[in-house]
Structures are given as structure tokens and as C-alpha cells.
């Protein structure tokens, strides 16, 4: 059970890697988001979103303020875990993407966590609805 833990949590480290190195030149102006850490010390900008519903397979997507969405997809694994993955985007003031990262936890239904993104640090409790 632990090793399913740790290997998920490395996946979604891996995957929130992935935006930043396929990019072929640097930009001195380019950010690419860090990987996902639990760290509040680490992030500029708190966003609590309190208690979020959520449907088994149906994407729910939460504007963020300043040009930032993330878009939450559920997928029940068994009766009490669900692997959560979340979508950040970033926009600039012309709605073209600027930076994208993709984080997948495995959590339980009511149970509140926290992710930081970048600089940014969002608090949530998914409750899983029926279908």
C-alpha cells in the first residue's frame, strides 16, 4: 500500500517536470512551474478553496484570479481513494498560455490537503459525489 504511495507521489513529481523539459530554447523571461511540495514556506500566493465537489470522471475547473485555472479530474480507485489530478494554467492578458503544470495525487473523499505550484500554494477538501 505504501509503495503504491510513493510511487504515485514520484509520478506526479515526474509529471509536473515534464512542461519544463521539453521546451527547445530558454527564454530569460520564461517560468516554468517547480514540482508539486507541500511546503507553505515555499509559495507567494495562498488560495484556499475550501470544500470542492467533485464528479467520478467529470472535470471541474476553478478560476484562480490573475489569468490562473486549474481544471480537477476524479477517478475513483476503490471504495475510500480517488487519484486527483489537477491542471494549472497560466494565461497572459491576450489569453495565450503561458505556463501549464499537471499534478496527480491520491487522496480520500473529505480528507483536506494542500499543493504548491510554482509560487503559488492551493488548500482544498475534494468530496466525491455520487454520479
Do not use: R
Request: glycine residues 8%; neutral net charge.
Amino acid at each position: 500500500m505504501w509503495f503504491t504511495k510513493i510511487f504515485t507521489a514520484m509520478l506526479a513529481i515526474m509529471t509536473g517536470l515534464l512542461p519544463a523539459s521539453c521546451s527547445k530554447a530558454k527564454s530569460p523571461t520564461a517560468q516554468h512551474a517547480a514540482p508539486a511540495v507541500s511546503t507553505a514556506s515555499l509559495s507567494t500566493t495562498n488560495k484556499n478553496l475550501g470544500e470542492l465537489n467533485l464528479t467520478n470522471h467529470y472535470e471541474t475547473c476553478v478560476e484562480l484570479g490573475a489569468g490562473k485555472t486549474c481544471t480537477f479530474k476524479p477517478t475513483l480507485l476503490d471504495h475510500s481513494n480517488m487519484q486527483l489530478t489537477m491542471q494549472f494554467e497560466t494565461k497572459n492578458a491576450g489569453g495565450q498560455m503561458q505556463g501549464l503544470s499537471i499534478v496527480q495525487i491520491v487522496t480520500k473523499s473529505g480528507k483536506p490537503f494542500e499543493v504548491a505550484v510554482g509560487d503559488m500554494n492551493v488548500t482544498l477538501t475534494p468530496e466525491l459525489q455520487g454520479e
